[in-house]
């Protein structure tokens, strides 16, 4: 099984960046893809970006250009540095998950708004 935990979530003006983080643990070597979704108020979850073990990204059309993912194997963590953030089309509840045979179980999640 594996045990994931987001950070880093908070309060950022427009065109403002925030760097989240998701420290996993357990069974990580069954891991084949992580990856950052987003669910807005009202609004299906969505895949923000993933990465693959041998570092294939991969962006939803609506972040490309501005989020960058990125993993750190000797911390087991990945990342996602978004930057130009925009106010409401990033405001969500970030949520990492990883990929062995399927998606495992959603976390609580870590909270972007946007706002000035």
């Known amino acids: 099984q594996v045990r994931l935990v987001e950070s880093g979530g908070g309060l950022v003006q427009p065109g403002g960046s925030l760097r989240l983080s998701c420290a996993a643990s357990?069974?990580?070597?069954?891991?084949?893809?992580m990856a950052w979704f987003r669910q807005a108020p009202g609004k299906q979850r969505e895949l923000v970006a993933s990465i693959t073990n041998d570092g294939r990204t991969n962006y939803a059309d609506s972040v490309k250009g501005r989020f960058t993912v990125t993993k750190d194997n000797a911390k087991n963590t990945v990342y996602l540095q978004m930057n130009s953030l925009k106010n409401p089309e990033d405001t969500a509840v970030y949520y990492c998950?990883?990929?062995?045979?399927?998606?495992?179980?959603w976390g609580q999640g870590t909270q972007v708004t946007v706002s000035s």
């Open positions: 998950n990883a990929w062995t045979t399927g998606w495992g179980p």
């Open positions: 357990g069974s990580i070597f069954s891991i084949k893809i």
